[in-house]
Structures are given as structure tokens and as C-alpha cells.
């Protein structure tokens, strides 16, 4: 029983360790209740929320700036789903952005990644919680399973798990939830194929059609892409060509993932075509996130250019998609498979596949390849995402490094430190120099700023060598002393976690959308409408959404195109001019915003130097037309005078006609109008018109029309009195439904198939 229970605890120990580690990062989570979420930028930054100081003497401290996508897109895109899953419905349509959007098809959503049930179970904010912990904790394990499969010992497998769970592209991903998800199942479909080598057996690739169809799922569409390309590398790379059974396999598996995925693929095609994605020029303006040259000294020093939770980030484009930190021991890893590339086996795959990875996040000929020959999927994309191919590669090489020290010699271990201090003689040399020719021109506001950011490249190479220093030591003395080794596991995580716990906010529950007065306000209208507000700090893009508020405004890289067009020309007056994935309005325009549903508006009140609070709403806003209802101390919500209901009867010209339409349900998929009509030609519902919704008038099925763009209408001529169902059966999301059940059933089939045919041996 002993021995079996000493069997059973060392199977354990690494999952337990892994685990262990997490629990330690996340201990604010666990511990004292802090949420992984940027609710502090929220709270801190916008109003209305900023006129409360949330329990603090001051006011919220805002810790990180750049990531205010978590609380404008990815947490209330969660909760909506969890919302849709109690209520048995599909969340294919949300009323809450652009007057109605399909959510479903937008592949960052990732509603059908099954880690989303944690908010069903535990709730919107803990649930939460627990997708951010999941990434990590998964992530390590599974590739702890992948480097085990291909021999590397228990403790430089730990190693090489933490450095892929913690580095810095998983950190920087991990309050999106979806990246963080693909990096789970990347070692799994490489541990299937590399299974099927060894044990000289097809079957274990059955494995990559659900794999494939859980990395869809995670909603980040480059690590798809990417997945794809490194396993069908990794395949050919070792499995022979001539082994046709495998490679077969490989690829009519992968064929029926994609059957599998077609509930989400199909959706997210038919958007792609009538979204602003091809034509939103966002990240053209920032050289496609391709990094200048100088950016190789953030692969030891991340914060050479600062930091945005230290406020002095002076870089390139934006911190979290401009990383490529995986650790000084990581990067230490790297050079040891450049040196020693001839000695290694399996490992050589990994060193090309960084390598190549690292030319496509710069600014090479490669690189600028991907945007001007346009690759499908990843032209539209920031180079930076190349990340998860990066850490996966380096994590390997750690592992191995760390597996061969006790093999190499005084020498060689020298010659692999050289790299790394070369860099960082190099990132100080270049500051210092810099900050002498500065203060030897004299001074100007400009100079000053140079010698600041040049400080703070100084600043921060120090930790990088302290820890290239600390690393190099441990290796030399480990040559002698065994078990030094092992204390190394604790400077990676030292390491790691000290780029993590610096970039990562946690915070109390109180900051995750709370109520306002503001809000509570709009909310205590039970009827329907939509809100909107002046281009500023208040209420940025959807987090209305968190509160169950609905706008004509939003912000999506899948902005509908002809919605994104029309809200330009009628709202903002603009007839010309690029599509943007922003819909903000530039001026106040009450008969305009009328048309589109809008019934308040929330605007900031400053004084007559422009200083927030006040009591002067902007000159674009005319008081006779909008009136104060509600004020707190720095925002007025204002009511509209032209509002117009979400259902009315119109002419041919699209003016207001006799009669009346009265919404008697409005759910996400599902609208029903009773209407009584006098002379009006059609009932217009202002809802985008978007292919998928049907509608019926009095049980007959009628055509639904987009001459009164970009809402719907449906023609009511000669018909006094009765109900209009608008109903969201988008035939893309049902043709994908019955693909996927389709290969769902091939794919158990040929499973059990070869299930009975191994029985019967």
C-alpha cells in the first residue's frame, strides 16, 4: 500500500506543482479576493465612474493603460454568453452595440469555448477569475504532457512548463481569455502526432479533430492559424512522407476539424465579407506591428522602453503586442539551440520555429512579406501575435538546456553567456552614450525627454544583469554541485513573475462595472431605447453593454461595413472617408441620433477653461434640443427632444406616418411589433439589417428590406392592423450546424469503428 501510494504521489507531484505555482501567482485571487481585471482603468480613467473615489482616499490609481479591450469587448462578451446559456438561448445576436450585431459570428467572441461554462457555474466575476487562472495552470500541464512524450526528464520539463505558462506573451494575453486558450491544446496535437511516431500507431491522430475544433474555440483566430501551420510542419517534420496511413490520417482528421468547427466558421466568413476588417487601416498607421530592430534588446530587458504600469512606456506601437519576453533563462535557452543546433534531435524543429517566428514579429523582407502579398488571415493582423509560436519554441530549448548542462563544459557555457551580455552591454551602452551627447547640446523640453527615456532604459537593464549574472553562476557552480540546479526553477519564477505581478492589475470586486448614479438612472427606464455619448472620457466604447444598456455606437475589428458607412454619413455627416472599427460620434445631432433609437446622452461638464467638473456642456451640443434630466457632479445626462421609438410606421420617403407601432417583446433573437396602421407603407424596426432575420407579419413570412438603411423594414401596404415577428435564423450558423454535426458523426464513427476493430482482434 506504501509503495502505492509513493507511486501514485510522484505521478501526481508535477500537477500538483504546476498547480501550486499558479495558486502563488494568482494568490491575490485566492487569498485576498482581488480579480484579474483592469477594472481600475474603468473606475479610474472614465465617468461617470470617476467622480466616486471607490473606498480610496483619492481616487482609483489606474495601474496599466493599454488594455482597456478587456473591459470594452472581452468580459462583457462573456457575460453575455453565460446570460444566453441560462436563458437556453444561442447568443447569435446582441441588441447592446451598433444597434444589433452578430456577436456569435465574431470569432473573438469564442463562445463555444467550453471554459466559458466557469461563469455560468460560479458566476460572471469568480467565473471570470477562473478563465484567466485556467490558462496558465492548463497550459503548463499540457506541455509538461508534450515534453515528457519526447523524453525530457521530470524536473527540466517543470522548468520548460513554467517558462510556456508564464512567459511574457501568455502574461500579456492572459486577461483576453482566448490566446491564452490556444496555447492549451498546442502541446496536446503535437503530443498526438508525436505519439502516433513512437508507438508506430495512426490512431492517436483521431485526437486532432476535437483538439483542432477546442483551438477554434478559444476565439483568437492568429493562434489558429498558426496552430495550423506548426502541426502541419511538425507532421511532415517527423513523420516520412512515405508513411501514407499517417499522413492521411493527419490530414482527413483535420479536414473533419474543420467540418467540426464549420458552427463557428461559417458565421465568422459570412462577417468577414461584410466587415471593416480588409479595409480598417488601424494597423497599417502602426507598421503593421512589425518591430523596429532596436526592439531585440526587449528579448532580455522588456521595460528597455518602459513600462505602461509605470507610466514612462516611450516604445513602439503598444506594449503587450509589441512583447517577445520569455525570461533571461529562456533567452539563455535560445542561444544554446543557435550554438548547438547540430547536436540537437527533435529540438531543431523548435529552434527554426522560433527563429522564423522572430523574423516575422520584426521588420524583415519576411516579415513585410505577410502585408504586401496580403497572406489571408494574418495580414489583417498585428505581427506581434507570432508571440505564441515564439514561447512555444523557447520553452522546448529551456527544457533541453537545462536537461544538457551537466554535459557541457566550462567553455561552452561561456560561450552561450556571451550573447546575452553582449545585449546588455550593448542596451547600456547606447542610452549612456546617448544621455552624455544630450546634456553636452543643452537643454530643451525635447532633450529632457530623451535624457528621461534614456534613464529609464538604464533603470531597467539593471534587473536583466543581475539575473543573466545570478544564472550564469548557478550553471557554472551546478557543474559540481548537482542539486544547485535545481534552485533554478526559482529564479525562472522570480524572473517570470516579476514581469507578470508588474504588468498584470488585480482588483476588488467593487471596480468590475459597479452601478453609478448615472447608471441607475438610465436603467430605472424600463422602456426601449438606446443611449449614446460625447467622444471622451466617459462611458468609452460598449461597457454600456456591462449594464445592459444598448447604443448605435461601438467599437469591433468586425464592425458590420454598411452599418460602420451609414452611422458615418447620418450621425457624424460624413459621406467620404476610410471605415473605421470605432463608431463614435464627432457631432450631436439630435434628430439624427432620434432617428437611430437614442433617448439620453451622456455628456461632461467642465468650466470655462475646460476643466472637469463644471457646469458648460461642448458647444456641439444644443441645450434646446437636449435637456438636463439627471446631473451628478461632472456629467449631465440629457434628454432628447427628437427621440424617435425603435418601431414606427413610415412612408415611401422613410418620414413618420399615421399609425402607431408598439414593441411588445424585444429579446436578443427575437423581436414582435404589434402595429395599426393608417396610411404608412412599411413598419421600420431601427435594427441593423443584417443577413439571418427573417420576418412574418400576422403568421405570413414577408421580406425584409434595407431601403431605410441601415435598419430593418417590411412593407405593410393595405394591411390596417396586426404583428410583425422578427425572428435571427442566420442560415450560416444553421448550415454550420449540420456540417459540424455531420463530421461530429463521421469522426465517432471511424472512432468506433476502429474501437470494434481492435476488439475483434
Not at 4 to 9: G, L, P, V, Y
Not at 73 to 102: C, D, M, R, T
Not at 192 to 220: C, D, M, Q, W
Not at 355 to 378: C, E, M, S
Given at each position: 500500500?506504501?509503495?502505492?501510494i509513493?507511486?501514485?504521489?510522484?505521478?501526481?507531484?508535477?500537477?500538483?506543482?504546476l498547480?501550486?505555482?499558479?495558486?502563488?501567482?494568482?494568490?491575490k485571487?485566492?487569498?485576498k479576493?482581488?480579480i484579474?481585471?483592469?477594472?481600475?482603468?474603468?473606475v479610474?480613467?472614465y465617468?461617470?465612474?470617476?467622480?466616486?473615489?471607490?473606498?480610496?482616499?483619492?481616487g482609483?490609481?489606474?495601474?496599466?493603460?493599454?488594455?482597456?479591450?478587456?473591459?470594452?469587448?472581452f468580459f462583457?462578451?462573456?457575460?453575455?454568453?453565460a446570460?444566453?446559456?441560462?436563458n437556453?438561448?444561442?447568443p447569435?445576436?446582441?441588441p447592446?452595440?451598433?444597434?444589433?450585431?452578430?456577436l456569435?459570428a465574431?470569432f473573438?467572441?469564442?463562445?463555444?469555448?467550453?471554459?466559458?461554462?466557469?461563469?455560468v457555474?460560479?458566476?460572471?466575476?469568480?467565473?471570470?477569475?477562473?478563465?484567466?487562472?485556467?490558462q496558465?495552470?492548463f497550459?503548463?500541464?499540457t506541455?509538461?504532457?508534450?515534453?515528457?512524450?519526447?523524453?525530457k526528464?521530470?524536473y527540466?520539463?517543470?522548468?520548460?512548463s513554467?517558462v510556456?505558462?508564464?512567459?511574457?506573451?501568455?502574461?500579456t494575453?492572459?486577461q483576453y481569455?482566448n490566446?491564452g486558450?490556444?496555447m492549451i491544446w498546442?502541446?496536446?496535437?503535437?503530443?498526438?502526432?508525436?505519439?502516433?511516431?513512437?508507438?508506430?500507431?495512426?490512431k492517436?491522430l483521431?485526437?486532432?479533430?476535437?483538439?483542432?475544433?477546442l483551438v477554434v474555440?478559444?476565439?483568437?483566430f492568429?493562434?489558429?492559424?498558426?496552430?495550423?501551420?506548426?502541426?502541419?510542419a511538425?507532421?511532415?517534420?517527423?513523420?516520412?512522407?512515405?508513411?501514407?496511413?499517417?499522413?492521411i490520417?493527419?490530414f482527413?482528421c483535420?479536414?473533419?476539424?474543420i467540418?467540426?468547427?464549420?458552427i463557428?466558421l461559417?458565421?465568422?466568413i459570412e462577417l468577414?465579407?461584410?466587415s471593416?476588417r480588409?479595409?480598417?487601416?488601424?494597423?497599417?498607421?502602426?507598421?503593421?506591428?512589425?518591430?523596429p530592430k532596436q526592439?531585440l534588446?526587449t528579448l532580455?530587458?522588456p521595460d528597455?522602453?518602459g513600462?505602461?504600469?509605470?507610466?514612462?512606456?516611450?516604445g513602439?506601437?503598444?506594449?503587450h503586442?509589441?512583447?517577445?519576453y520569455?525570461?533571461?533563462f529562456?533567452?539563455?535557452?535560445?542561444?544554446?539551440?543557435?550554438?548547438?543546433?547540430k547536436?540537437?534531435?527533435?529540438?531543431?524543429?523548435?529552434?527554426?520555429?522560433?527563429?522564423i517566428?522572430?523574423?516575422?514579429?520584426?521588420?524583415?523582407p519576411i516579415?513585410?512579406?505577410?502585408y504586401?502579398?496580403?497572406?489571408?488571415?494574418l495580414?489583417?493582423?498585428?505581427?506581434?501575435r507570432?508571440?505564441?509560436?515564439?514561447?512555444?519554441?523557447?520553452?522546448?530549448?529551456?527544457?533541453?538546456?537545462?536537461?544538457?548542462?551537466?554535459?557541457?563544459?566550462?567553455?561552452?557555457?561561456?560561450?552561450?553567456?556571451?550573447?546575452?551580455?553582449?545585449?546588455?552591454v550593448?542596451?547600456?551602452?547606447?542610452?549612456f552614450?546617448s544621455n552624455m551627447y544630450?546634456?553636452?547640446?543643452g537643454?530643451?523640453?525635447?532633450?529632457?525627454?530623451?535624457?528621461?527615456?534614456?534613464?529609464?532604459?538604464?533603470?531597467?537593464?539593471v534587473?536583466?544583469l543581475?539575473?543573466?549574472?545570478?544564472?550564469?553562476?548557478?550553471?557554472l557552480?551546478?557543474?559540481?554541485i548537482?542539486?544547485?540546479?535545481?534552485?533554478?526553477?526559482?529564479?525562472?519564477?522570480a524572473?517570470?513573475?516579476?514581469?507578470?505581478?508588474?504588468?498584470?492589475?488585480?482588483?476588488?470586486e467593487?471596480y468590475i462595472?459597479?452601478?453609478?448614479?448615472?447608471?441607475?438612472y438610465?436603467?430605472s427606464?424600463?422602456?426601449?431605447f438606446?443611449?449614446d455619448?460625447?467622444r471622451g472620457?466617459?462611458?468609452p466604447?460598449?461597457?454600456?453593454m456591462?449594464?445592459?444598456m444598448?447604443?448605435?455606437?461601438?467599437?469591433?475589428?468586425?464592425?458590420?461595413?454598411?452599418?460602420v458607412k451609414?452611422y458615418?454619413e447620418?450621425l457624424?455627416?460624413?459621406t467620404?472617408?476610410?471605415?473605421?472599427?470605432y463608431?463614435e460620434?464627432d457631432?450631436?445631432?439630435a434628430?439624427?441620433?432620434?432617428k437611430?433609437?437614442?433617448?439620453y446622452?451622456?455628456?461632461i461638464?467642465?468650466?470655462?477653461?475646460?476643466?472637469?467638473p463644471g457646469?458648460?456642456?461642448?458647444?456641439?451640443?444644443?441645450?434646446?434640443?437636449?435637456s438636463?434630466?439627471?446631473?451628478t457632479?461632472?456629467?449631465?445626462?440629457?434628454?432628447?427632444s427628437?427621440f424617435?421609438?425603435?418601431?414606427r410606421?413610415?412612408?415611401?420617403d422613410g418620414?413618420?406616418?399615421?399609425?402607431?407601432?408598439?414593441i411588445?417583446?424585444?429579446?436578443?433573437?427575437?423581436?414582435?411589433?404589434?402595429f395599426?396602421?393608417i396610411?404608412?407603407?412599411?413598419?421600420?424596426?431601427?435594427?441593423?439589417?443584417?443577413?439571418?432575420?427573417?420576418?412574418?407579419?400576422?403568421?405570413n413570412k414577408?421580406?425584409?428590406g434595407?431601403e431605410?438603411?441601415?435598419?430593418?423594414t417590411?412593407?405593410?401596404r393595405?394591411?390596417?392592423?396586426?404583428?410583425?415577428?422578427?425572428?435571427?435564423k442566420?442560415k450560416?450558423?444553421?448550415?454550420?450546424?449540420?456540417?459540424s454535426?455531420?463530421?461530429?458523426?463521421?469522426?465517432?464513427g471511424?472512432v468506433i469503428f476502429?474501437?470494434?476493430?481492435?476488439?475483434?482482434r
Amino acid at each position: 500500500m506504501h509503495k502505492k501510494i509513493k507511486h501514485i504521489f510522484v505521478k501526481l507531484f508535477p500537477i500538483l506543482f504546476l498547480v501550486g505555482v499558479a495558486v502563488t501567482f494568482y494568490w491575490k485571487f485566492f487569498f485576498k479576493g482581488l480579480i484579474p481585471f483592469p477594472g481600475d482603468l474603468m473606475v479610474g480613467a472614465y465617468f461617470p465612474w470617476l467622480d466616486y473615489k471607490w473606498g480610496n482616499a483619492v481616487g482609483v490609481a489606474v495601474k496599466n493603460t493599454f488594455i482597456s479591450d478587456i473591459f470594452s469587448a472581452f468580459f462583457p462578451w462573456k457575460v453575455e454568453f453565460a446570460k444566453s446559456y441560462i436563458n437556453h438561448q444561442w447568443p447569435l445576436w446582441s441588441p447592446l452595440l451598433y444597434s444589433g450585431y452578430p456577436l456569435f459570428a465574431n470569432f473573438n467572441s469564442g463562445y463555444l469555448n467550453p471554459f466559458n461554462l466557469l461563469l455560468v457555474i460560479f458566476g460572471s466575476i469568480d467565473g471570470w477569475s477562473l478563465m484567466v487562472f485556467s490558462q496558465p495552470v492548463f497550459s503548463m500541464i499540457t506541455m509538461y504532457s508534450y515534453l515528457r512524450t519526447i523524453n525530457k526528464r521530470m524536473y527540466p520539463a517543470l522548468v520548460g512548463s513554467i517558462v510556456y505558462g508564464f512567459g511574457g506573451f501568455a502574461m500579456t494575453w492572459s486577461q483576453y481569455v482566448n490566446a491564452g486558450f490556444v496555447m492549451i491544446w498546442l502541446p496536446y496535437i503535437l503530443c498526438a502526432i508525436e505519439l502516433s511516431k513512437i508507438r508506430n500507431n495512426y490512431k492517436y491522430l483521431f485526437a486532432l479533430t476535437p483538439l483542432f475544433f477546442l483551438v477554434v474555440t478559444s476565439g483568437h483566430f492568429q493562434g489558429l492559424v498558426y496552430t495550423a501551420v506548426i502541426s502541419i510542419a511538425y507532421i511532415i517534420f517527423r513523420v516520412k512522407l512515405n508513411d501514407t496511413k499517417k499522413i492521411i490520417t493527419f490530414f482527413v482528421c483535420s479536414f473533419l476539424a474543420i467540418g467540426l468547427s464549420a458552427i463557428q466558421l461559417i458565421p465568422t466568413i459570412e462577417l468577414l465579407k461584410r466587415s471593416v476588417r480588409f479595409d480598417d487601416g488601424m494597423i497599417a498607421g502602426e507598421n503593421y506591428g512589425l518591430l523596429p530592430k532596436q526592439n531585440l534588446i526587449t528579448l532580455v530587458a522588456p521595460d528597455f522602453f518602459g513600462n505602461p504600469t509605470t507610466g514612462n512606456f516611450w516604445g513602439f506601437y503598444n506594449y503587450h503586442e509589441t512583447i517577445s519576453y520569455f525570461g533571461i533563462f529562456g533567452f539563455v535557452a535560445l542561444i544554446y539551440g543557435l550554438l548547438f543546433f547540430k547536436k540537437l534531435s527533435i529540438e531543431r524543429f523548435f529552434v527554426i520555429s522560433t527563429i522564423i517566428g522572430l523574423l516575422l514579429q520584426f521588420d524583415t523582407p519576411i516579415g513585410r512579406a505577410i502585408y504586401i502579398y496580403k497572406v489571408p488571415f494574418l495580414s489583417t493582423c498585428a505581427a506581434g501575435r507570432i508571440g505564441i509560436v515564439i514561447l512555444f519554441g523557447v520553452s522546448i530549448l529551456t527544457s533541453s538546456f537545462l536537461e544538457n548542462i551537466q554535459k557541457m563544459t566550462i567553455k561552452e557555457i561561456f560561450k552561450i553567456f556571451v550573447f546575452p551580455v553582449m545585449f546588455i552591454v550593448l542596451g547600456v551602452t547606447i542610452p549612456f552614450l546617448s544621455n552624455m551627447y544630450y546634456k553636452s547640446s543643452g537643454l530643451s523640453s525635447q532633450l529632457a525627454l530623451e535624457i528621461n527615456n534614456d534613464y529609464v532604459a538604464l533603470r531597467n537593464m539593471v534587473v536583466p544583469l543581475c539575473l543573466v549574472f545570478t544564472f550564469f553562476i548557478f550553471i557554472l557552480i551546478s557543474n559540481r554541485i548537482v542539486w544547485v540546479k535545481y534552485l533554478l526553477i526559482f529564479i525562472v519564477l522570480a524572473d517570470l513573475f516579476r514581469f507578470g505581478w508588474k504588468y498584470l492589475p488585480f482588483v476588488p470586486e467593487s471596480y468590475i462595472f459597479p452601478n453609478t448614479e448615472v447608471t441607475d438612472y438610465i436603467k430605472s427606464d424600463n422602456t426601449i431605447f438606446r443611449i449614446d455619448k460625447e467622444r471622451g472620457e466617459v462611458l468609452p466604447p460598449n461597457t454600456w453593454m456591462g449594464y445592459g444598456m444598448m447604443s448605435p455606437s461601438g467599437f469591433d475589428p468586425l464592425a458590420v461595413t454598411n452599418y460602420v458607412k451609414a452611422y458615418r454619413e447620418d450621425l457624424n455627416g460624413y459621406t467620404a472617408g476610410s471605415v473605421s472599427r470605432y463608431s463614435e460620434i464627432d457631432r450631436v445631432n439630435a434628430e439624427a441620433l432620434g432617428k437611430y433609437n437614442v433617448k439620453y446622452l451622456l455628456a461632461i461638464k467642465r468650466n470655462e477653461k475646460y476643466e472637469i467638473p463644471g457646469d458648460i456642456l461642448s458647444y456641439k451640443i444644443d441645450e434646446n434640443e437636449w435637456s438636463r434630466v439627471f446631473e451628478t457632479k461632472s456629467v449631465a445626462v440629457l434628454l432628447n427632444s427628437k427621440f424617435q421609438e425603435r418601431a414606427r410606421i413610415i412612408d415611401g420617403d422613410g418620414n413618420d406616418s399615421k399609425g402607431s407601432a408598439d414593441i411588445v417583446s424585444y429579446e436578443s433573437n427575437k423581436v414582435i411589433v404589434k402595429f395599426s396602421n393608417i396610411d404608412g407603407e412599411r413598419l421600420l424596426l431601427a435594427d441593423t439589417y443584417y443577413p439571418g432575420w427573417v420576418a412574418s407579419i400576422n403568421g405570413n413570412k414577408t421580406k425584409i428590406g434595407d431601403e431605410n438603411r441601415p435598419f430593418r423594414t417590411v412593407d405593410i401596404r393595405g394591411i390596417k392592423e396586426g404583428k410583425v415577428v422578427f425572428e435571427y435564423k442566420p442560415k450560416s450558423f444553421y448550415i454550420g450546424l449540420l456540417v459540424s454535426g455531420i463530421s461530429f458523426g463521421v469522426w465517432l464513427g471511424l472512432v468506433i469503428f476502429q474501437a470494434i476493430k481492435k476488439a475483434s482482434r
